[in-house]
């Protein structure tokens, strides 16, 4: 019987440290990713997708950078340059799968180029998007001779 209970403990200590390094490694990554920087929870659906992705979102100088939620990855998934991205106001919407990360999301209808998308994001976060995409200085992109 000692043997079996060891045996029963070897592998209880063995889940629940690997459990600890999962809680720590997702700490790590997203301490990383933050890097004080403004942050914030954004679920994205890309065309042809039906459900969202969970995600966080950036605004990273002059890009908005999106993060999955759940990853081993600080790189940015998807990154989009803020003097070419465009996108139409803002509706609610009821998204199951983005429940746990945002109670009443807010659609928003993204242009990039050719590529069009969907962000959903809460309340204050939409309003920080749109201030940020609002507030480029006039005529950063163009090319003077």
């Not at 440290?17 to 990713?33: K, P, S, V």
């Not at 042809?48 to 990853?71: E, V």
């Not at 998807?78 to 003097?83: E, I, K």
């Amino acid at each position: 019987m000692p043997a079996a209970l060891t045996v029963l403990e070897a592998v209880l200590a063995a889940i629940v440290l690997g459990l600890l390094l999962a809680l720590l490694l997702t700490y790590a990554r997203r301490q990383a990713i933050t890097r004080g920087r403004a942050v914030f929870l954004c679920g994205l659906r890309e065309k042809g997708d039906t459900k969202f992705q969970q995600g966080l979102a950036s605004l990273d100088g002059g890009a908005l950078a999106w993060f999955r939620l759940n990853g081993v990855s600080v790189r940015s998934t998807r990154r989009w340059d803020r003097p070419r991205l465009e996108f139409s106001g803002a509706s609610p919407i009821s998204a199951p799968e983005l429940a746990s990360i945002l109670s009443r999301p807010l659609l928003v209808r993204c242009q990039y180029e050719n590529e069009t998308f969907d962000l959903a994001l809460g309340d204050a976060s939409y309003t920080a998007l749109r201030s940020w995409v609002e507030s480029m200085p006039p005529g950063h992109n163009v090319n003077v001779a």
